[in-house]
């Protein structure tokens, strides 16, 4: 079943009109069934009618954009090696599949611009955008450039620490960021309406009522980092989250479904 959220078709990623919904943030994409950041993980959520899906955005070694959370491909590949020290050529040529399962070996790994094509509207995008000190600017730019480019900023916001939004904000004025340095946490709602953040991914064992009180009251959204099992995202809800990241987003969407009333 499709959850219609908080963002109307053709809205901006942070209009608040439409039912007051729970949205679900497909972590990696479908991840808990799929292997991450994949065009089988991508594929999987979109069928699901998740309203978020995030990636997450590293730069090889010749200047593209990959779509992959660690720094190496070691742990999702049959390869090895850093991102940032490999040929794009190199990583496409890794399988990134067989070691979630054999079903999906074969698998490849993504640029930005394959896996943006993936992921339709009314569907948003949260782009994690992953980067050494070296890089920070070039990715930051470019990955901005690239949601300009397709039309995307409206339907997207970018997650970070706060130098790498600070960068996006430069390039962009009116894109949404997300805040990822969540400690200190006794001001991390403060710290992220101090830099224009209205989305907040707190962790999901710091989030209680308290913190989606504060982050209410500066009209800023709340969508934890991560929820999995269903006593967890009943906690978060319970909170008054505005939506949660989770590897189960179908887990997700049959709790809600179980839950016309969430607030």
Known sequence: MTHGGPWPHGANVMDL??????VVVAHRGDSGNHPENTRAAFEAAVALGVECIELDVHRSH?????????????RTSDGSGEVS????AQIKALDAGRWFGDAFAGER????????????????????????????ELVTRSTVSMLRTRGLLERAYVAGDEQTL????SECEQLEICNLIVHPAEDYV???ASIGCRILQPGHAMTNTALVEAA???QMRVFPFFADEPDEMQRLID??????????????QALLDDEPLRR
């Open 109 to 136: 790994f993504l640029a930005l611009d394959e896996a943006l094509e993936l992921i339709p509207e009314p569907i948003r995008l949260n782009v994690h955008i992953k980067t050494s000190a070296e890089t920070l």
């Open 239 to 252: 909170c008054g989250v505005d939506g949660m990241l989770t590897n189960e987003p179908q887990r997700l």
């Open 216 to 218: 209410h009251a500066r």
């Open 85 to 88: 020290d490999l040929a794009w």
């Open 166 to 169: 600070s960068m996006a904000r």
């Open 62 to 74: 010749d200047g593209e954009l990959v779509i992959i959370h660690d720094d190496r491909v070691d």
């Open 17 to 22: 009109d439409g039912p007051d919904k729970i």
């Open 190 to 192: 403060a710290r992220s």
